[in-house]
Nanobody
Framework: VQLQASGGGLVQAGGFLRLSCAAS????????MGWFRQAPGKEREFVAA????????YYGDSVKGRFTISRDNAKNTVFLKMDFLKPEDTAVYYCAAASSSRPERDIRKYDLWGQGTLVTVSS
């Protein structure tokens, strides 16, 4: 079972990117999914999470109102649309599958991780 994150890149402040997280080997349709990020020298930070049905969504305070998480269970894929990007959004972004169907803010609730995709926002 693997999670493959993609869509990162270099973008100017104020721009946007859309990250994707595709799963292979197992259906993710019953699991809560999350996005985390880790900037150099910092701990991994919660960004967003979505319930298996898409009915409940949580965002970290620093991205609320700018980022949108969504999922397409038929395609076994989760997305993170990032608008109005800021230099402080620069980080490696990781997608993860929770051990339950719930959206989780706690990093310890996730037991399957993708490899990460780098997002760099220039000022």
């Amino acid at each position: 079972v693997q999670l493959q994150a993609s869509g990162g890149g270099l973008v100017q402040a104020g721009g946007f990117l859309r990250l994707s997280c595709a799963a292979s080997g197992r259906s993710l349709s019953i699991y809560g999914m999350g996005w985390f990020r880790q900037a150099p020298g910092k701990e991994r930070e919660f960004v967003a999470a979505i319930r298996w049905s898409g009915g409940s969504i949580y965002y970290g305070d620093s991205v609320k109102g700018r980022f949108t998480i969504s999922r397409d269970n038929a395609k076994n894929t989760v997305f993170l649309k990032m608008d109005f990007l800021k230099p402080e959004d620069t980080a490696v972004y990781y997608c993860a599958a929770a051990s339950s169907s719930r959206p989780e803010r706690d990093i310890r609730k996730y037991d399957l991780w993708g490899q990460g995709t780098l997002v760099t926002v220039s000022s």
